[in-house]
């Protein structure tokens, strides 16, 4: 199987999806977020359609694909105006590393309600004090009995409210070495002494981002999925997939953008002949193009080699396909706007709320600048300054 062409399956797949998406489309998320609720009818739906759970196991209720599906999935709702950031969380991260490493009953009781989107799971890692350092995360649990109790503060955390649980990232308390240990666990929303408490943002979106607060949280020992000394490759298994993920809701964004800007550009005349046919106008779109291409290409590869099994080969694809997406859909969205003239900063076109939103795709799940450093270092074996 080769990575760069697209099977009849996926392209399929990929137009049942932009179909879906254009039912809905930018009006109908511009709507929904204006009365300040989330995207359900579209998530249901997507849910019904299989769509949500492309990428899990037939046997819990999934489409038994990998991330290959689920991202041509968000890219596609993301092309019709209206992504759904909780893929990339929900499915992606929880329902990838459930399905690896939970246990039959952890498997049984999630991942089917993952799968058709009626039960939704946020995933917490970044914290106030650690940031990109992950490394410093101090969310610690310690046992008591057979139970856990789980103390920590985490941010940024998107979609709590909507979420049944979340996937906290935590260390385990004899982890004295300084090295990342990380171990996951799944938090329940309701439990007692976990605190939520929304973050506001400038972001023209659906999903909404929380400080979260863990008191002595109290879970079962079934709460810990995977093993407690395995935590770095467990962790890992999620990662991948959200920066893929991450990098196909930017190429989403971007072609969203790319696609208002070339409609425009046809048509709006101010001198003998429509402005996109001035190179200055036509270029740079035709640029934002090639490289929302690329990046595509490089999101496809990344993909295949996770799908494929390999952790480590995806793991470098999966930090240059995040940068090159982030990089591609920034200047897309720049350009897009730039294109309309005045039109660009209006709500009618609804263009300038993306500049905020495509900057999203540059700093998470993993800065461009981490990901620079991490080709730095791990590729080119240059030296580390931190
Ligand atoms: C909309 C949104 C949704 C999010 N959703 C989630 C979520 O669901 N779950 C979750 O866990 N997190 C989530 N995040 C958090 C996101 O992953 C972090 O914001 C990101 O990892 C960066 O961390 P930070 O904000 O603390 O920035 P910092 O780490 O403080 O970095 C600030 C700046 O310094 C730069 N920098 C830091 N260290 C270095 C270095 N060594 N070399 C060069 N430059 C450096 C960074 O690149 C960045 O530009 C979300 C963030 C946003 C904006």
Redesign the pocket.
């Known amino acids: 199987m080769t990575t760069h062409i697209e099977s009849e399956e996926h392209k399929a797949l990929r137009s049942a999806v932009a179909a879906l998406g254009k039912r809905y489309g930018r009006e109908y998320l511009t709507r929904t977020v204006a009365e300040g609720k989330p995207l359900t009818e579209l998530w249901s739906e997507a849910g019904r359609l299989g769509y949500l759970g492309v990428s899990l196991p037939q046997e819990h209720g999934g489409g038994g694909g990998g991330i290959t599906e689920l991202s041509l999935v968000l890219e596609e709702l993301g092309a019709a105006g209206s992504p759904l950031l909780m893929l990339v969380?929900s499915p992606a991260i929880c329902g990838t590393v459930i399905s690896r490493f939970g246990t039959e009953a952890q498997k049984r009781r999630w991942l089917p309600g993952i799968a058709d989107g009626t039960r939704l799971m946020?995933?917490?890692?970044?914290e106030p004090d650690?940031?990109?350092?992950s490394h410093r995360i101090t969310t610690t649990a310690r046992r008591d009995g057979t139970d856990w109790l789980l103390t920590g503060r985490?941010?940024?955390?998107?979609?709590v409210d909507m979420a049944d649980a979340v996937l906290i990232v935590g260390r385990t308390e004899d982890a004295r070495t300084g090295n990342l240990k990380p171990c996951l666990f799944i938090v329940p929303t309701d439990a007692e002494g976990f605190h939520k408490h929304p973050i506001d943002?400038e972001?023209n979106?659906a999903e909404k981002?929380f400080e979260l607060v863990l008191d002595d949280v109290r879970l079962p020992a079934d709460a810990l999925v995977g093993d407690e000394d395995a935590g770095l490759l467990q962790l890992f298994a999620g990662l991948n997939p959200e920066r893929i993920m991450t990098a196909a809701f930017a190429i989403g964004m971007g072609r969203y953008a790319l696609a208002k800007a070339i409609e425009y550009a046809r048509d709006r005349t101010v001198w003998k002949s429509p402005i996109g046919a001035h190179q200055a106008i036509a270029h740079p779109l035709a640029q934002a193009h090639i490289d929302l291409e690329l990046a595509r290409l490089m999101t496809q590869k990344a993909a295949h080699l996770y799908d494929s099994g390999d952790d480590i080969g995806a793991g470098e694809a999966a930090n240059m396909a995040k940068y090159a997406a982030g990089e591609a859909c920034v200047k897309a969205v720049d350009q897009a706007v730039h294109t309309l003239g005045g039109n660009g900063l209006t709500r009618e076109f609804g263009l300038a709320s993306l500049i905020t939103a495509a900057r999203?795709a540059r700093?998470?799940?993993?800065?461009?600048?981490?990901i620079l450093?991490y080709v730095s270092h791990q590729t080119l074996g240059l030296p580390k300054?931190?």
């Not at 650690?130 to 350092?133: P, T």
């Not at 700093?363 to 981490?370: G, L, N, Q």
């Open positions: 969380v946020a995933f917490g890692i970044t650690a940031g990109s350092n985490k941010v940024f955390i998107s979609g943002m972001l979106a981002q999203v700093i998470a799940p993993v800065s461009r600048e981490m450093n300054s931190y």
